[in-house]
């Protein structure tokens, strides 16, 4: 996917891999450790070997220029991009002295790569070719584990929004203070600006520029918020506005009528699945659904009616006194499924009462036909007990969903309520080795197909989670 920028776009070149008798020794195996081969075969070969592509390598994990967070052993994970002609298949993959085994679409690796805590270090990176048996050098995995955290080529401030294109495994996030939305390219790790703007003249203002993704029409939405100052009023002016990323354009929808007073988190409803994305059942909208935690209304709904683009929150009917979403109760978090008949949203809020006492809880709002119009209904889920849900995201199937807390993030059954840690920097209670999470966790997504979850942990940066293990490595910093 390749959105609109506001920026001059950068030129992402997916380098095109040959064979040794391309003329460019670099890529001579037996220069560079490689597969040994005899002297006459390579010649042989040299001579009679026609020029073959052989694509690109995305390094899934640990991303490219990732740090590690001081693990030094660590299985990988590739998946090699063919070339579009494809002209070659590769047969066997080499990163360093670590050999994978191909399971579908993804490598793996047999054993883990040793890596020292000695700062940046360069691993390199082979594939035999099936045509021709004949080993090429893909560009070289760099991997950091310094005591500085630097992860990627660029040093972002802060990462609060975060999405990812289930269609292309792309990763988008957002940094607010910089007024920027950045796509992650999984070659190079480097990423690149997609949208910017002014920086909100308020940097000790907490802001969030919550994201989602419309991934059929690559199509990516911001929820803007941010302080201009009033010099008239001589003060900050707060607003949100509705973004809209193309391929080709980008479009800005303001909440003219300022009844947004807040946002965080962000669902879209592009194909209108859920009852409540319309008016009238027969007649659904599609819509984006956002947190308002100083509103009366805190679920609002931005309506995009074609060209027309108009916000309302709809009537949630709470279904008992437990089941407050009021914001008194300090909402923190949104979290939604998309499914034909289990279409479902869940809601984090800090508080059991408005006295600001008690543990924190899960609402469900869901929604349902009632004589041709949609009935909103929230209802209580259950406590968190010492936890602080500052994120919420499901699994794949609906079943489960990650709660973020302070350094930990917990995975909870969804039918009996039980929970397990699936990862702690917490120095009282751990799990997993790697980078700290932080207090401060705004949005998580998880892998489309592979057991692994990004954070969006504000100036710890973006944060990758290996559910086996419970492992954390910095993939932008």
């Given at each position: 996917?390749?959105l609109?920028?506001?920026?001059p776009?950068?030129?992402?070149?997916?380098?095109?891999?040959?064979?040794?008798?391309?003329?460019?020794?670099?890529?001579?195996?037996s220069?560079?450790?490689g597969?040994?081969?005899?002297?006459?075969?390579?010649?042989?070969?040299?001579?009679?070997?026609?020029?073959l592509?052989?694509?690109?390598?995305?390094?899934?994990?640990?991303?490219?220029?990732?740090?590690?967070?001081?693990?030094?052993?660590?299985?990988?994970v590739?998946?090699?991009?063919?070339p579009?002609?494809?002209?070659?298949?590769?047969?066997?993959?080499?990163?360093?002295?670590?050999?994978?085994?191909?399971?579908?679409q993804?490598w793996?690796?047999?054993?883990?790569?040793?890596?020292?805590?000695?700062?940046?270090?360069?691993?390199e990176?082979?594939?035999?070719?099936?045509?021709?048996?004949?080993?090429?050098?893909?560009?070289a995995?760099?991997?950091?584990?310094?005591?500085?955290?630097?992860?990627?080529?660029q040093?972002?401030?802060?990462?609060?929004g975060?999405?990812?294109?289930?269609?292309?495994?792309?990763?988008?996030?957002?940094?607010?203070?910089?007024?920027?939305?950045?796509?992650l390219?999984f070659?190079?790790?480097?990423?690149?600006?997609?949208?910017s703007?002014?920086?909100?003249?308020?940097?000790g203002?907490?802001i969030y520029?919550?994201?989602a993704?419309?991934?059929?029409?690559?199509?990516?939405?911001?929820?803007?918020?941010?302080?201009?100052?009033?010099?008239?009023a001589?003060?900050?002016?707060?607003t949100?506005?509705l973004?809209?990323?193309?391929p080709?354009?980008?479009?800005?929808?303001?909440?003219?009528?300022?009844l947004i007073?807040?946002?965080?988190?962000?669902?879209?409803?592009?194909?209108?699945?859920?009852?409540?994305?319309?008016y009238?059942?027969n007649?659904?909208?599609p819509?984006?659904?956002?947190?308002?935690f100083?509103?009366?209304?805190?679920?609002?709904?931005?309506?995009?009616d074609?060209?027309?683009?108009?916000v309302?929150?709809?009537?949630?009917?709470?279904?008992?006194?437990e089941?407050?979403?009021?914001?008194?109760?300090n909402?923190?978090?949104?979290?939604?499924?998309l499914?034909?008949?289990?279409?479902?949203?869940?809601?984090?809020?800090?508080?059991?009462?408005?006295?600001?006492?008690?543990?924190?809880?899960?609402i469900?709002?869901?929604?349902?036909?009632?004589?041709?119009?949609?009935?909103v209904t929230?209802?209580?889920?259950?406590?968190?007990?010492?936890?602080?849900?500052t994120?919420?995201?499901?699994?794949?199937e609906?079943?489960?969903?990650?709660?973020?807390?302070?350094?930990?993030?917990?995975?909870?059954?969804?039918?009996?309520?039980?929970?397990e840690?699936?990862?702690?920097?917490?120095?009282?209670?751990?799990?997993?080795?790697?980078?700290?999470?932080g207090s401060?966790?705004?949005?998580?997504?998880?892998h489309?197909?592979?057991?692994?979850?990004?954070?969006?942990?504000?100036?710890n940066?973006?944060?990758?989670?290996?559910?086996a293990?419970?492992n954390?490595?910095?993939?932008?910093?």
């Open positions: 996917m390749k609109a920028t506001s920026l776009p950068f030129l992402l070149v997916f380098g095109v891999l040959c064979l040794a008798s391309c003329g460019d020794s670099d890529t001579d195996p220069k560079k450790g597969q040994p081969t005899s002297s006459s075969s390579t010649s042989q070969n040299s001579s009679q070997a026609p020029q592509s052989v694509g690109t390598v995305k390094f899934i994990y640990p991303t490219q220029q990732s740090h590690l967070g001081g693990v030094e052993q660590v299985p990988l590739v998946q090699i991009i063919p579009s002609d494809q002209q070659s298949t590769v047969s066997q993959l080499k990163v360093g002295d670590v050999e994978f085994e191909k399971k579908g993804y793996y690796s047999t054993s883990e790569l040793i890596i020292t805590r000695e700062g940046k270090q360069i691993f990176v082979q594939a035999e070719l099936a045509e021709t048996g004949e080993w090429v050098n893909f560009p995995l760099s991997l950091n584990n310094s005591s500085f955290v630097q992860a990627s080529s040093q972002i401030y802060s990462i609060k975060l999405a990812i294109d289930l269609d292309d495994s792309t990763i988008f996030f957002s940094n607010p203070y910089d007024a920027e939305v950045y796509e390219d070659i190079s790790s480097d990423a690149e600006i997609i949208y703007a002014e920086p909100t003249s308020n940097l203002a907490f520029w919550p994201i993704i419309d991934s059929a029409a690559d199509t990516l939405y911001l929820s803007e918020d941010k302080y201009s100052y009033n010099q008239q001589s003060e900050d002016e707060y949100v506005s973004v809209k990323i193309t080709t354009e980008t479009q800005k929808y303001p909440d003219s009528e300022g007073k807040s946002t965080r988190g962000l669902l879209v409803d592009i194909d209108a699945v859920m009852p409540m994305s319309g009238d059942i007649s659904p909208i819509s984006i659904f956002s947190i308002d100083l509103s009366q209304e805190t679920i609002q709904r931005w309506f995009l074609n060209e027309n683009v108009f309302e929150s709809p009537n949630i009917q709470s279904a008992n006194d089941s407050s979403l009021s914001p008194d109760l909402i923190l978090a949104l979290a939604g499924y499914d034909t008949d289990n279409s479902k949203v869940l809601v984090s809020r800090e508080f059991a009462n408005d006295a600001k006492q008690g543990e924190s809880a899960l469900e709002v869901t929604s349902e036909a009632s004589r041709g119009t949609p009935r929230a209802t209580f889920k259950t406590l968190l007990e010492q936890i602080k849900p994120a919420l995201a499901y699994n794949r609906g079943t489960h969903v990650f709660i973020a807390d302070a350094n930990k993030i917990w995975k909870m059954n969804m039918t009996d309520y039980s929970k840690l699936v990862t702690s920097s917490s120095s009282i209670l751990s799990r997993g080795e790697g980078n700290p999470i401060n966790v705004t949005a998580m997504v998880l489309p197909e592979l057991d692994y979850l990004y954070l969006a942990a504000d100036t940066g973006l944060i990758m989670v290996d559910l293990t419970g954390r490595i910095t993939v932008v910093k």
